[in-house]
């Protein structure tokens, strides 16, 4: 697609119900990140894939949290047994490769509240 | 560990007038700069990205940032604000690629909200 697609735009869930949050990045790019955006703490990276290799999950805020990417493009974000402080904005991003010059483009995010 | 400051949370400027956004970071030695702009129910668009060499960057929408090492600053500025202009602005930054370190994780700073009067 022409850039960085992520679904669904917005999400209510129960506490305690899981949620998949899936994002299509940019057709070629190798590299995909997902970012979470909130009120209080502001744009936090979540997780990083690139290629083949093993993910940077340094950014997960807790085990309940995890994302996987199948093929080597389409990733899903899961968060098990929601809590309200999960609320927030998540958002996706891509870029061709690993590197300087490389310029990231960000989605338009999935919106996630948590009643 | 990194930290970038934005210390301006909301900045308002008339239309025409000349901006300036302030960025402050904290890391161990000159890290890849960038600065984003966010429009209500947007996506993070990049305006501009200085990794080394000269020190003032051109950027799109007429945007500019400069840094400066001695500061530990990349301000931004823009010589005359349109009123679409109006949106939020994120400086962030990221270690250079080094053994493995991903590039593409930022850190940002909370953000300024620049509203532009006519």
């Known amino acids: 697609g022409a850039g960085v697609s992520q679904s669904p735009s917005n999400k209510v869930t129960e506490k305690g119900k899981d949620v998949e949050l899936r994002c299509d990045p940019i057709?070629?790019?190798?590299?995909l990140y997902w970012y979470r955006q909130s009120l209080g703490q502001g744009l936090e990276f979540l997780i990083y894939f690139q290629g083949n290799s093993a993910p940077d999950k340094s950014g997960l805020p807790s085990d309940r949290f995890s994302a996987e990417r199948t093929g080597g493009s389409v990733s899903t974000l899961t968060i098990q047994r929601t809590q309200q402080e999960d609320s927030a904005v998540y958002l996706c991003?891509?870029?061709?490769?690993?590197?300087?010059?490389?310029?990231?483009?960000f989605g338009e995010g999935s919106w996630l509240t948590v009643v | 560990a990194q930290s970038v400051t934005q210390p301006d949370i909301h900045i308002t400027v008339s239309e025409g007038a000349s901006l300036e956004l302030r960025c402050n970071y904290s890391?161990?030695?000159?890290?890849?700069l960038f600065w984003y702009v966010q429009s209500p129910g947007q996506g993070l668009q990049l305006l501009l990205k200085y990794f080394s060499g000269d020190t003032l960057v051109q950027g799109i929408k007429g945007f500019e940032a400069e840094f400066k090492r001695s500061q530990s600053s990349f301000n931004l500025r823009k010589p005359s604000v349109h009123w679409s202009d109006a949106a939020e602005y994120f400086c962030a930054v990221a270690p250079p690629p080094a053994g493995g370190t991903s590039y593409g994780k930022l850190t940002f700073g909370q953000g300024t909200i620049l509203t532009v009067h006519p």
């Open positions: 890391y161990g030695a000159t890290p890849y």
């Open positions: 057709s070629g790019h190798t590299a």
């Open positions: 991003a891509s870029s061709p490769r690993q590197g300087p010059g490389n310029t990231i483009y």
